[in-house]
């Protein structure tokens, strides 16, 4: 029995250029499987380094990281300026300490130079409300000493003498100190 579906069975020629056929196909389709498997082995290179590229660019631009950097690379860079301006702010407050101590010591001067003042100020006054009182006090002493003081005087011989004037005995007999006109 035979179908009818069955193929007939082909020649030995047509076998032959059909098997020359399907082994082209089959070294074309092995080329280019090979060429794809290249392909997909460049493809997995390149995929592998692409991860590493952006494992690497990642942590290259990581904030921490260049935070960082940047952290150290400014502080040696502005370690040597910053200890000045340290160094000048310390002089700084010791200056204005010292000016400060300065500039109180002459307001305690100035305080005490006006406190001096007013109290030679009061004296001036209480001298000039004595003034007066002074100036009666010397001329009553003035008259009393132009009444006494010839009087005292002429009571001692060596004082008479020294005045150039003589001590004699007056003719009542009392002794007195003379003056004479020569």
């Known amino acids: 029995m035979t179908s009818d579906t069955a193929s007939p069975a082909l020649q030995d ?3 032959r250029e059909t098997l020359d056929l399907l082994s082209t196909v089959i070294a074309s389709v092995s080329d280019r499987v090979v060429s794809q498997g290249d392909l997909l082995d460049r493809l997995t290179k390149t995929a592998a380094e692409t991860r590493q590229a952006a494992f690497a660019a990642r942590s290259q631009t990581d904030p921490e990281l260049y ?3 940047i952290a150290e690379t400014v502080q040696s860079q502005t370690k040597g300026a910053l200890e000045r301006i340290v160094k000048a ?3 700084l407050t010791n200056e204005t300490e010292k000016t400060a101590l300065v ?14 003042v ?3 100020e009061e004296k001036a006054d209480r001298l ?3 003034l007066p009182w002074f100036v009666a006090g010397a001329v009553v002493l003035a008259l009393g000493l132009t009444v006494l003081l010839p009087r005292f005087l002429a009571s001692s ?8 004037a003589d001590w004699t005995r007056t003719t009542s007999g009392v002794d007195a100190c003379v003056f004479y006109y020569r």
């Open 103 to 116: 500039l109180e010591q002459a307001k305690e001067d100035k305080w005490a130079l006006l406190r001096d």
């Open 89 to 91: 702010g310390i002089l």
């Open 13 to 15: 020629a047509e076998l």
């Open 118 to 120: 007013r109290d030679r």
């Open 128 to 130: 000039k409300h004595l």
């Open 157 to 164: 011989p060596a004082i008479c003498t020294v005045l150039g």
């Open 67 to 69: 935070g960082e950097i």
